[in-house]
């Protein structure tokens, strides 16, 4: 399912790929489509955990998108 999720999500672009300044992926890998899935998803989940009607946008701050991309690559 993960696998033809990102091929479906990315398949007019190239899927993100993950990889260290010592070694680049030809590919991307199977880590690569689940983070690629997960962004997806959560960027469109309505995650609220407010109930106060001033909290209904979504954070964007910096700090929160390290975060989130660290949790895409999360096994």
């Known amino acids: 399912m993960v696998t033809l999720s990102a091929s479906q999500l990315h398949s007019r672009k190239r899927l993100p ?12 890998t199977f880590s690569d489509a689940l983070a690629a899935v997960r962004r997806h998803l959560w960027a ?24 989130s991309e660290a949790l895409y690559y999360a096994t």
């Open 17 to 28: 790929v993950l990889f260290a300044a010592w070694y680049q992926k030809p590919v991307p």
């Open 44 to 67: 469109h989940a309505d995650l609220f955990m407010s109930s106060s009607a001033k909290h209904t946008t979504k954070s964007r701050s910096p700090l929160l998108q390290l975060f």
